[in-house]
């Protein structure tokens, strides 16, 4: 019997794992005595053997499924199987280190990984330390949550040149995700920023580059990164859209945060691009585009620092400065754009674009248009269909992997293949919108499994594959494994004041288990 208590709250008071959600009473409530018994009981078996099901990634998506798993299949076993040597993916390298309450769901998950009948596998990246084909062999199901590892690019010249950055690697480096330990971003070139996206991660960075370097101080961001925020010439910040305010995709969260600022200024909006009637609004445009009209709470007499949402412009090309042997950023030519038919207020409202052309001279720029998923190696084997222009693996909505077939209304679902989170839908939404997504998956292989669908062929899954990749001589991490890394990095934070230091090389993690 697995052990997880059953705990989901939704609703005005948050949801569960995030940061303003609850277990019940506080804590998982497990029964007194040697066994730990759990006090429900799933009653959804199947020929009285247990269910095993491999889930590929540790963010929240990997976590919610198991968890959903856990608690409505009776005996399921679940083996997650990890990259990095260490867990939670996305909530650890991509929420903004100033957002510590929304990391919270780590410590949910934590629950969730100390049942007995969960398995943490780090270090081990699926396709290359073991192939997909195995997984096939030792397990009744397999869920496909391993994210987005690569962002989206606007496909416009001189996008390569010095001083352009992706978002997700600003993200990742400031975050510590080994990837990116390298990156080592020019804040000191430009005292303008140009942040071209305007959504939540795209007011991720324009906040991290605005704040008092100071009140980061505490938090976990690497040492590395508030050294060069300590650095930076940035005093203003320019986001960009293609669109108006009225089709942005940051949260009011977001914004608020940025408008509260201490000394730093808010560039006020064409009134024109605005509503009229804003009471008429639905509710949520209703008090974000009031907070927009509001502005900051900063004054430009008072500012040292200010930013700006510029709007109906799109980058035509990144120029270079004149002379330079290393190709640098210069400026953004954009080209300015109009709405198209219908309503320009309407959220869905769409643009084309003129011949007018707007500059922005600046030596620094960041990219943040949105993330995207790759295929796995191996995928084409087993019949799994990647869709390379979406960014997802095709699937019926509800998470089941479809056949890839031209002909939609034939499509069927391949048995024991699932997929949750961005690599299911796309990379968007929130935590909680993850949370929502990955129990619908954990909802559909429940009740396959109930309804006696055909799956894969079962077996004894790690139990069986630790054998096999041992011989390959790849190195695995367990949770024990992953808590002794945690201690460390703890440790290493309480002696500069911080939640924790960040190991940023696999080969540091790996360190503190020799």
Same mark, same amino acid.
């Given at each position: 019997m697995n052990r $997880? *208590?059953?705990?989901?709250?939704?609703?005005?008071?948050?949801?569960?794992?995030?940061?303003?959600?609850?277990? @019940? /009473?506080?804590?998982?409530?497990?029964?007194? /005595? %040697?066994? @730990?018994?759990?006090?429900?009981? =799933?009653?959804?078996? @199947?020929?009285?053997?247990?269910?095993?099901? %491999?889930?590929?990634?540790?963010?929240?998506?990997?976590? *919610?499924?198991? &968890? #959903?798993?856990?608690?409505?299949?009776?005996?399921?076993?679940?083996?997650? &199987?990890?990259?990095?040597?260490?867990?939670?993916?996305?909530?650890?390298y991509g929420v903004a280190p100033d957002h510590p309450e929304v990391k919270n769901c780590q410590d949910k998950f934590t629950e969730v990984a100390s049942s007995p009948d969960f398995t943490f596998i780090g270090n081990i990246k699926v396709g290359h330390d073991v192939s997909l084909r195995s997984l096939t062999d030792h397990y009744d199901a397999i869920v496909f949550a391993y994210g987005a590892s690569k962002d989206r690019k606007l496909g416009v010249s001189g996008e390569e040149l010095n001083g352009i950055y992706s978002a997700r690697d600003f993200v990742g480096? &400031?975050?510590?995700?080994?990837?990116?330990?390298?990156?080592?971003?020019r804040l000191d070139l430009s005292d303008t920023a140009v942040v071209i996206g305007q959504g939540n991660v795209a007011l991720d960075v324009s906040r991290v580059l605005l704040k008092d370097v100071d009140s980061l101080r505490t938090t976990d961001m690497t040492d590395q990164a508030l050294?060069?925020?300590? #650095?930076?010439?940035? #005093?203003?910040?320019r986001v960009v859209g293609r669109r108006g305010p009225m089709q942005v995709s940051f949260t009011i969260k977001e914004v608020r945060e940025l408008m509260k600022l201490p000394s730093v200024a808010f560039e006020p909006i064409d009134r024109n691009l605005i509503p009229r009637n804003i009471p008429s609004l639905p509710r949520t445009a209703k008090r974000l585009t009031k907070l927009l009209m509001e502005g900051s709470t900063c004054d430009f007499a008072?500012?040292?620092? +200010?930013?700006?949402?510029?709007?109906?412009?799109?980058?035509?090309?990144?120029?270079?400065?004149?002379?330079?042997?290393? =190709?640098?950023?210069? +400026?953004?030519?954009?080209?300015?754009? #109009?709405? $198209? /038919? /219908?309503?320009?207020?309407?959220?869905?409202?769409?643009?084309? $674009?003129?011949?007018?052309l707007h500059s922005i001279p600046t030596s620094l720029a960041f990219r943040s248009i949105g993330y995207q998923s790759e295929a796995l190696p191996g995928m084409n084997e087993l019949g799994i269909h990647f869709d390379t222009k979406l960014g997802i693996i095709t699937n019926d909505y509800y998470g089941r992997l479809l056949s890839p077939t031209q002909e939609v209304q034939v499509q069927k679902p391949l048995p024991g293949m699932y997929c949750a989170g961005w690599v299911k839908r796309g990379p968007a939404g929130v935590i909680a919108n993850t949370m929502e997504d990955s129990f619908s998956t954990a909802e559909a292989i429940i009740a396959d499994w109930k309804d006696k669908a055909p799956f894969l062929g079962g077996g004894n899954g790690w139990e069986t594959l630790k054998g096999e990749i041992g011989v390959k001589g790849a190195r695995t991490v367990s949770w024990e494994d992953w808590l002794s890394i945690n201690a460390a990095e703890k440790s290493r934070g309480k002696a500069v004041g911080k939640e924790r230091e960040k190991f940023t090389s696999p080969h540091d993690m790996l360190n503190v288990l020799d």
């Open positions: $997880i *208590y059953a705990a989901f709250w939704s609703g005005k008071h948050g949801i569960w794992g995030c940061s303003s959600g609850i277990w @019940r /009473g506080g804590r998982p409530r497990w029964r007194e /005595g %040697a066994t @730990r018994q759990r006090r429900w009981q =799933s009653q959804v078996v @199947r020929d009285g053997r247990p269910f095993r099901m %491999a889930v590929l990634g540790s963010g929240p998506a990997g976590f *919610y499924t198991a &968890y #959903k798993v856990m608690q409505g299949i009776d005996n399921a076993t679940i083996d997650m &199987y990890e990259q990095l040597p260490v867990p939670f993916g996305l909530v650890r480096w &400031y975050n510590g995700l080994p990837e990116f330990f390298n990156l080592a971003p050294a060069a925020l300590a #650095k930076s010439k940035v #005093k203003r910040v008072h500012a040292e620092k +200010s930013w700006a949402l510029d709007f109906l412009l799109s980058p035509v090309r990144f120029r270079p400065a004149s002379g330079t042997t290393l =190709s640098q950023l210069e +400026s953004i030519e954009f080209a300015r754009t #109009k709405f $198209i /038919g /219908g309503d320009p207020f309407d959220s869905a409202a769409r643009v084309e $674009i003129n011949t007018d």
